[in-house]
């Protein structure tokens, strides 16, 4: 008789927190692996001695409760398994049941959950953070050539100031270097060139050593000081058919995010690759002048792309604040090469023509005559 009380409670168990123990299942079968590589990870940083402070404070994070997390979690994991085990095998399974087996394991993670449970976003950020940390460590040892940036002060305004910058995903053979200097009184460079002639290249080396040098790692670069800047940039802008959003329009709500950026105290390094496309010279060059003006004035700094030469006279608007340089390309034996080096100025040539030929693209003058709006554009 005992015994069949406590089946018949056992059943009734089952019936009354089955699906709770189904939904139990259904969570934790997913992250049952990753808790094994949490609770290794969570032990390998428990076991070493850091002497930064900041390392030292998350490690104070991890300390709760007297139990290492590295335990809890592995603890966690023995339960979860142990639960699934009991449901596993089809034989075994309706002893174990009988047994309240299941219950146990249940009403053990149930426990974990509201004692231990509170505590694992503290664990989960000192782990992504040491992760992060890990990753920009192993940068600067994989690349010992380069130098680590110098931070300055924000109180002399902004700064990007950069000696021989090049690429950090470029090879060292391959890279070609170029000077960048961005700060109070050289706030704009307005860069005209050709296809191909490293434009957008550059703009991407700024941004990406930017980025790298306040994340606290080195950069690719001989020399480079920065001070803290919210980075803006507007570039690979592209149309969504899904979205029913022409190239015009897509590019203006980047602009806009933009600027809307340089709302906040803190200066933008802005980043406009071929602003404004998808829209007339005219309207461009309105657009275009109206951004960089709004930007400049709440104390951005920032770098220009363009293959419109109108634009390049917006530089006459800032005085000595901004300057027009540009980049070139040489045709040698039917070849275009470049060298891909800054140089001071507007871009004399353009190689589009030139390109479509390389094309196989045949190229025929256009008449004055029948065509009056080229002969105006000529004038």
């Known amino acids: 008789a005992p015994i069949c009380v406590a089946i018949i409670i056992q059943v009734c168990l089952l019936f009354c927190i089955g699906s709770r123990i189904r939904e139990l299942l259904n969570q934790t079968d997913e992250v049952r692996d990753g808790l094994s590589v949490l609770s290794d990870v969570l032990s390998l940083i428990e076991r070493r001695e850091f002497h930064s402070p900041h390392l030292t404070t998350i490690i104070t994070a991890l300390q709760t409760d007297g139990v290492p997390p590295s335990r809890s979690i592995a603890q966690l994991r023995r339960n979860i398994q142990g639960l699934n085990n009991c449901f596993r095998n089809q034989f075994s399974a309706p002893l174990t049941i009988l047994l309240g087996i299941p219950f146990h394991y249940m009403f053990a993670i149930e426990r974990w959950l509201q004692r231990v449970g509170p505590h694992c976003p503290e664990w989960l950020a000192a782990v992504g953070e040491f992760e992060a940390l890990c990753s920009l460590a192993g940068y600067a040892y994989e690349h010992p050539e380069d130098p680590f940036p110098e931070i300055a002060d924000p109180v002399e305004g902004p700064r990007f100031e950069g000696t021989e910058l090049g690429h950090p995903l470029i090879p060292l053979d391959q890279v070609v270097r170029n000077d960048v200097t961005l700060n109070s009184e050289h706030r704009l460079l307005m860069i005209s060139g050709s296809n191909m002639s490293g434009k957008s290249t550059l703009m991407r080396t700024v941004g990406t050593n930017f980025v790298l040098a306040l994340a606290g790692a080195p950069v690719r670069a001989t020399r480079l000081t920065v001070t803290p800047m919210q980075a803006g940039t507007a570039m690979r802008v592209q149309d969504s058919l899904q ?36 829209t007339n010279s005219h309207d461009r060059r309105i657009g275009a002048q109206s951004v960089i003006e709004t930007l400049i004035e709440r104390g951005g700094i920032g770098i220009v792309t363009t293959h419109d030469l109108a634009l390049t006279e917006i530089t006459s608007l800032f005085g000595s604040q901004a300057k027009n340089v540009h980049f070139e390309d040489q045709l040698i034996d039917g070849k275009m090469t470049f060298d891909y080096r800054m140089r001071p100025g507007i871009v004399e040539h353009s190689n589009a023509l030139e390109l479509m030929k390389m094309m196989g693209i045949e190229l025929k003058a256009l008449d004055p005559e029948q065509n009056p709006e080229s002969a105006d554009l000529k004038q």
């Open 243 to 278: 979205q029913g959003a022409s190239l015009f329009y897509q590019s203006v709500a980047r602009l806009s995010a933009v600027v809307h950026l340089a709302d906040a105290p803190e200066p933008v390094l802005f980043l406009l690759d071929e602003i404004l496309q998808g």
